[in-house]
């Protein structure tokens, strides 16, 4: 009986492979042959994944030595407005109890495909009912004192905004501990500031497929309890996800929008491995 | 002409074409590698459901095998399994790029085989292995279609062995469910 099934499924398949084209074998080992003599140079998988948190590490670095050429150069100490310098970071003063203000660019890892939103650890699909008040990540909400901002981003202090949904539909989950609250990176607590333009702040009564990770905890640990939102891909009316907006620079389209049904996503979603 | 899939060198040479190719001949890793092509091509298949694209994969795949080939450290008998997860992996790696394509094209979505498909038309259950998951389509082909052992289906997978085999007898239950009339064993 085993072997009925095994014999109509292997003619299944092979009615669905069909069989290879009679050139492909030597096609293919042509084409084996030009690739060694042509001795390309391959980039391998675990190179390209460490290019992404080397990547985080040295936007992180540069962020730092922003920090200490800001700090030293007489040009540009306490410049936070007007024609100051561009930079990833700019820091207001960064001594004694001084308000701090930071001011960063990431240019990190965006999930943009369903295939590699599998990996995250919580995929959902909700719409922003409102913000609390911003706080600084720390068990009392306010800023651990005698650190200059240079420390506080090295250490993984930031601030946040806690974050509730009216509805969250959860597409995709991989937690294994319950979530607290959600948080968006960024804010203000007194005269302190935080501002990262590569991550999300849906606007409230917007709905949006998010990307959830974990917090960040200070001192290099990582928690469940409160996860950030990481990336937002707005969701129209007629459940059309925007993955990549539209950009214009100098009156020319410079990206061009794609937009792909919700359905379409969490179908792919579905078959994550 | 192909080679039998599961046709191996058993003459007293052949232990010596894993040794040489890793040594850098490339015409003992074509020999090792033929009999390999035809079941690495209906994998792609089956996982891309586009011809065109299994071949374009294999191409890449034998290429990545022929430089990743002095690190293989098992037996010729492993050569199989190693290669076809190297087809696998570049399988996911075309779907991941093919979503940005499909993007940027004015289709969304590309339909899985063409409809005017011959072969398909000839077989219902072919139609309806075409319409699992992909996931759960790889599972059944590797363990039916390849008869590959459950052992080598679940290092393929990257599951465990009991996911693999919940997963094909699921799969089989859910054939048998959308075949109506058509009676399918549990393995």
Redesign the interface.
């Known amino acids: ?2 072997n ?3 014999a ?15 050139s ?2 030597s ?3 042509a ?3 030009r ?2 003599s042509a001795a390309e140079p ?1 980039v391998s ?1 675990v190179a390209r994944w460490l290019a992404v948190p080397i990547a985080i590490v040295l936007v992180v670095a540069l962020a730092a030595g922003l920090v200490i050429w800001n700090k030293r150069s007489p040009l540009s100490v306490g410049t936070t407005t007007g024609a100051a310098p561009v930079s990833p970071l700019s820091v207001g003063t960064t001594t004694g109890e001084a308000p701090v203000h930071v001011s960063l660019n990431s240019d990190r890892f965006v999930f ?5 939103m599998c990996g995250a650890l919580l995929v959902a699909d909700g719409t922003v009912s409102s913000y609390s008040h911003d706080q600084w990540n720390t068990a009392d909400g306010t800023r651990p004192p005698g650190l200059v901002a240079v420390t506080l981003v090295q250490q993984g202090y930031t601030i946040v905004t806690p974050v509730k949904f009216s509805a969250l539909t959860i597409d995709r989950d991989h937690r294994t501990k319950a979530t607290s609250q959600y948080v968006v990176i960024g804010g203000t607590v007194g005269q302190d500031s935080w501002a990262d333009n590569a991550f999300p702040r849906p606007s409230v009564g917007s709905r949006a497929l998010m990307v959830f990770v974990p917090s960040h905890v200070p001192g290099g640990t990582f928690t469940q309890e409160s996860l950030v939102v990481y990336d937002a891909f707005p969701i129209d009316t007629a459940d059309m996800v925007t ?2 907006p539209q950009t214009i620079e100098q009156g020319q389209v410079s990206q ?1 929008e ?1 937009k ?2 919700l359905s ?1 996503i969490l179908k ?1 979603l ?2 994550c ?1 | ?2 080679v039998a899939e599961n046709e191996l060198l058993t003459e007293p040479e052949a232990p010596s074409l894993l040794r040489d190719a890793q040594a850098g001949d ?1 015409k003992a890793f ?1 020999i090792l ?2 009999p390999l ?2 079941p690495a ?2 994998l792609a ?2 996982m891309l459901q586009d ?1 065109t694209e299994a ?1 374009d994969v ?2 890449e795949a ?3 095998a ?2 990743s080939l002095q690190s293989f450290r098992r037996d010729r008998s492993s050569l199989k399994p190693w290669f076809l997860t190297i087809v696998a ?1 570049q399988c ?2 075309t ?2 790029t093919r ?2 394509s499909v ?2 094209g004015p289709m ?2 590309r339909e899985p ?1 063409e409809p005017e498909d011959t ?2 038309e ?2 219902d ?2 139609r309806a ?2 319409k699992l ?3 759960d389509r790889v599972a ?2 590797l363990y ?2 390849l ?1 590959m052992p459950i052992d080598q289906v679940t290092r393929l ?3 465990s062995p009991r996911g693999a085999k919940s997963r094909i007898h699921r799969t ?1 239950k859910r054939l048998r469910l959308n075949l109506e009339g058509q009676e ?4």
């Not at chain 2, 399918?184 to 393995?187: A, C, F, H, T, V």
């Open positions: 009986m085993k009925s099934t095994r109509r499924l292997s003619e299944a398949f092979d009615d669905l492979t069909g069989r290879p084209d009679a492909l074998q096609s293919v080992i084409g084996l042959h690739r060694v391959d998988p943009t495909t369903p295939a590699q993955l990549r061009t794609a792909v049904p379409e792919e579905a078959q491995p | 002409m192909w490339l074509e590698l033929e092509l035809d091509y209906r298949v089956v011809r071949e294999l191409q034998a290429f990545r022929w430089k992996n996911r790696q779907r991941r979503w940005w993007l940027r969304l979505v085989m072969a398909l000839r077989s259950l072919a292995i075409a998951g992909r996931e059944l082909h039916f279609g008869d997978l990257g599951v089989l399918i064993q549990l393995p």
